[in-house]
């Protein structure tokens, strides 16, 4: 690891960007802007699924749309969790269920129109109240509706169903868009308030940002930013080495960045999501076997050369609810193996095939991490098919509503708590009826309800409750490694990633630097 320079510290910037509906290019078609020096040039695993504001939640789309072409109302410090104003002023909570937001002055959106209260207020409706079908509405927002009111040009209140101490965490996820969006479908091309707008894009090939000019703050170094997809990692880092991108992410240790190569610990827990509702993943015995399995100090070890730590939570230090206590699952084949024996001794179709799921491109090495599973639940004696999905396909089999007639599946998945606060994991994995849950029970449902109605330090030891008693309980998750992340960056190019780097990556946070001062 001696190759990789380790950085912590504010920053985050960047991004993809790609299509939504196939064979169009986007607004300017000239590309001679690549060679340019204001430009920057940045090389990510995969093409954006959607550029939908409203799904910037999704990693793949948050990269590229979040603080770039769009903003929120108030976005979160990735350093110390603290909530800072963007295109709110400020906020308070002005009765039990109700927070009122004042708006910032004088911001326009890149298409010349102005921003005020109305586009707040229809941001919010479309996100959360609309039936689009919003990443963030089932992410942030469960099934709870807000009341939005407009109160003047500059004020809105938020009504919620019952108190809501994080609400105003929870509306940083909502970007803002202007009142004429549509509210029946997802936008190909959006238009915020951000420091870019698109340039054009390329279906498959690149998409390009271009400086927003009347964008109201700080204008930003780089004026234009290219994103093109590469789905080897040795080919992104080489992209890099060879003047053809300043940046290239989701980079492993083996991907020959050298001393390109920039390690930061990232939010992002990998895991294996069991769907707990067709024999015989139906069986806690089997569950239980799938968890002891899985070697997670070898995966971390021999695939990720030692960049994570084995996992015990769906959560990393640094997030309000996280437990310190929780210990990783001893590896123990032969104990997985006798439990397997068990529930089939007692009639449990454990031979009947179970699909393993795994997402190209989720993390380096992800294809060989899935075949290490595969081949330790083979030897506990489960039969497991590994199926690899592009994000569409994946995200099929990791949100709800599940495809009917699916069969026993596994998912591996990867959770980034972007927020700082745990409740966005237990909402969504946790209970009965979350987002990205396939199982749970009434007793942990009634403890999320009640730790995630606190503050302070008594919602930080309730939440920890919830994570400790889950696995005795439903033990729906087989935990693999809080992750770390590699980007290659040129020596031009002054950027210090953040654990937030893997959800968003702010363009405006990246300048131009020299050869001896870069780091």
């Given at each position: 690891?001696?190759?990789?320079?380790?950085r912590?510290?504010p920053?985050?910037?960047?991004?993809?960007?790609?299509?939504?509906v196939?064979?169009?290019?986007?607004?300017?078609?000239?590309?001679?802007?690549?060679a340019?020096?204001d430009t920057?040039?940045?090389?990510i695993p995969q093409?954006?699924?959607?550029?939908e504001?409203c799904?910037?939640?999704?990693t793949d789309?948050g990269?590229?749309?979040?603080?770039n072409?769009?903003?929120?109302?108030i976005?979160?410090d990735?350093?110390t969790g603290?909530l800072q104003?963007?295109?709110?002023?400020s906020?308070?909570?002005?009765?039990p269920?109700?927070?009122?937001?004042?708006?910032?002055?004088g911001?326009t959106?890149?298409?010349?129109s102005?921003f005020?209260?109305?586009?707040a207020?229809a941001?919010i409706?479309?996100?959360?109240?609309?039936d689009?079908?919003?990443d963030?509405?089932?992410y942030v927002?469960g099934?709870?509706?807000?009341e939005?009111?407009?109160?003047?040009a500059r004020?809105?209140?938020?009504?919620?169903?019952?108190?809501?101490p994080?609400?105003?965490?929870?509306?940083?996820?909502?970007?803002?868009v202007?009142s004429?969006?549509t509210?029946t479908a997802?936008?190909?091309?959006?238009?915020?308030?951000?420091?870019y707008?698109?340039?054009?894009w390329?279906?498959?090939?690149?998409?390009a940002?271009?400086?927003n000019?009347?964008?109201?703050?700080?204008?930003p170094?780089?004026?234009h930013?290219?994103?093109q997809?590469?789905?080897?990692?040795?080919?992104r880092a080489?992209m890099?080495?060879?003047?053809?991108?300043?940046?290239?992410?989701?980079?492993?240790p083996e991907?020959?960045?050298?001393?390109?190569?920039?390690?930061?610990q990232?939010?992002?827990t990998?895991?294996i999501?069991?769907h707990?509702?067709e024999?015989?993943?139906?069986?806690?015995?089997?569950?239980?076997?799938?968890d002891l399995?899985?070697?997670?100090?070898?995966i971390?070890?021999?695939l990720?050369?030692?960049?994570?730590q084995?996992?015990a939570q769906?959560?990393a230090?640094g997030?309000?609810?996280?437990?310190p206590?929780?210990a990783?699952?001893?590896y123990d084949p032969?104990?997985?193996?006798?439990l397997v024996?068990?529930?089939?001794?007692?009639g449990?179709p454990v031979d009947k095939?179970?699909?393993?799921?795994?997402?190209t491109?989720m993390f380096?090495?992800v294809?060989e991490?899935?075949e290490v599973?595969q081949?330790a639940?083979?030897?506990?004696?489960?039969?497991?098919k590994i199926?690899?999905?592009d994000?569409?396909g994946q995200?099929?089999?990791?949100?709800?509503?599940f495809?009917?007639?699916?069969?026993?599946?596994?998912v591996l998945?990867?959770?980034?708590?972007?927020?700082g606060?745990a409740?966005?994991?237990v909402d969504?994995?946790?209970r009965s009826?979350?987002y990205?849950?396939?199982?749970?029970?009434?007793?942990?449902?009634a403890?999320?309800e009640?730790?995630?109605?606190?503050?302070?330090?008594?919602?930080?030891?309730a939440?920890?409750?919830v994570f400790?008693?889950e696995p005795?309980a439903?033990?729906?998750f087989?935990?693999?490694?809080h992750?770390s992340?590699?980007?290659?960056i040129a020596?031009?190019v002054?950027?210090?990633?953040?654990?937030?780097?893997?959800?968003e990556?702010?363009?405006a946070?990246?300048t131009r630097s020299d050869?001896?001062?870069?780091?």
């Amino acid at each position: 690891m001696s190759n990789f320079r380790r950085r912590t510290g504010p920053v985050a910037a960047t991004l993809a960007v790609t299509a939504l509906v196939a064979g169009c290019s986007v607004a300017n078609s000239n590309h001679s802007d690549a060679a340019r020096p204001d430009t920057l040039r940045i090389v990510i695993p995969q093409e954006p699924p959607t550029l939908e504001p409203c799904d910037a939640s999704l990693t793949d789309t948050g990269v590229v749309v979040r603080s770039n072409i769009t903003e929120p109302l108030i976005e979160r410090d990735a350093e110390t969790g603290a909530l800072q104003p963007k295109l709110a002023e400020s906020w308070q909570q002005t009765a039990p269920t109700r927070w009122t937001f004042t708006l910032r002055p004088g911001v326009t959106f890149s298409d010349g129109s102005g921003f005020d209260a109305e586009d707040a207020a229809a941001s919010i409706e479309r996100a959360v109240n609309s039936d689009i079908g919003c990443d963030v509405d089932g992410y942030v927002f469960g099934d709870d509706a807000l009341e939005v009111t407009v109160l003047d040009a500059r004020t809105i209140a938020i009504g919620t169903p019952a108190p809501d101490p994080i609400l105003p965490l929870r509306i940083s996820f909502v970007e803002m868009v202007p009142s004429t969006t549509t509210t029946t479908a997802r936008v190909r091309e959006p238009i915020g308030t951000g420091p870019y707008r698109i340039d054009y894009w390329q279906q498959g090939q690149r998409l390009a940002l271009i400086r927003n000019d009347s964008y109201w703050g700080p204008a930003p170094e780089y004026t234009h930013a290219i994103y093109q997809w590469r789905g080897e990692g040795s080919v992104r880092a080489a992209m890099v080495a060879n003047d053809e991108a300043e940046l290239a992410t989701s980079l492993g240790p083996e991907d020959g960045a050298g001393d390109l190569g920039v390690a930061y610990q990232n939010n992002e827990t990998s895991a294996i999501r069991i769907h707990a509702t067709e024999p015989p993943l139906d069986d806690y015995r089997v569950r239980a076997a799938i968890d002891l399995a899985i070697n997670r100090q070898g995966i971390v070890k021999a695939l990720f050369r030692g960049l994570g730590q084995p996992a015990a939570q769906l959560v990393a230090r640094g997030i309000v609810g996280f437990d310190p206590n929780l210990a990783p699952t001893p590896y123990d084949p032969d104990q997985a193996a006798r439990l397997v024996a068990q529930a089939k001794a007692d009639g449990v179709p454990v031979d009947k095939q179970i699909r393993l799921i795994a997402r190209t491109g989720m993390f380096p090495k992800v294809a060989e991490t899935t075949e290490v599973i595969q081949n330790a639940l083979s030897k506990a004696g489960l039969n497991v098919k590994i199926q690899m999905m592009d994000t569409a396909g994946q995200m099929q089999f990791q949100v709800r509503p599940f495809p009917p007639n699916s069969g026993p599946i596994m998912v591996l998945i990867q959770h980034g708590n972007q927020a700082g606060d745990a409740q966005f994991t237990v909402d969504q994995y946790l209970r009965s009826d979350g987002y990205q849950s396939t199982t749970g029970r009434a007793d942990i449902d009634a403890a999320i309800e009640s730790a995630t109605q606190l503050t302070g330090a008594a919602r930080q030891d309730a939440i920890a409750a919830v994570f400790a008693a889950e696995p005795a309980a439903v033990r729906q998750f087989g935990y693999i490694a809080h992750m770390s992340g590699v980007l290659a960056i040129a020596p031009s190019v002054r950027y210090r990633p953040n654990p937030a780097t893997g959800d968003e990556m702010r363009l405006a946070e990246m300048t131009r630097s020299d050869p001896v001062t870069n780091g």
